[in-house]
């Protein structure tokens, strides 16, 4: 099985796009990754500074670190709004053909 965060975030300024993901990118350097690495950060259609993921790991525990870490910048920068969720990707074995199941997830609407 592998482990899965995504993310899809707004946020207030670039500068707060550039921190989320120089962290992010700090906190899979040199982990066991998955598959293909998504990240990005650009404008959103709103005209706002924006961050989407989806990583993949081979362990649990990279999973989780990663998904805390997004949870505590959401809240602290503060984030406009997203969410971040985390799976349990059981399609990405050989021979399964099942879906991924959703773990925990943290939403944040804008105010």
């Known amino acids: 099985m592998k482990y899965a965060v995504i993310s899809s975030l707004t946020l207030t300024t670039p500068a707060q796009a550039d921190t989320v993901h120089n962290g ?38 990279d999973m989780q670190e990663l998904f805390q870490f997004v949870k505590d910048k959401m809240i602290h920068l503060p984030v406009l709004r997203g969410k971040v969720s985390i799976h349990n990707c059981l399609h990405d074995e050989p021979g399964k053909d099942k879906g991924c199941v959703i773990l925990n997830e943290y939403v944040r609407e804008e105010k």
């Open 24 to 61: 992010i990118l700090a906190k899979i350097s040199g982990k066991p990754t998955w598959g293909k690495t998504n990240i990005a950060k650009g404008v959103g259609q709103d005209g706002k500074p924006a961050h989407g993921m989806e990583i993949r790991f081979e362990n649990a525990p």
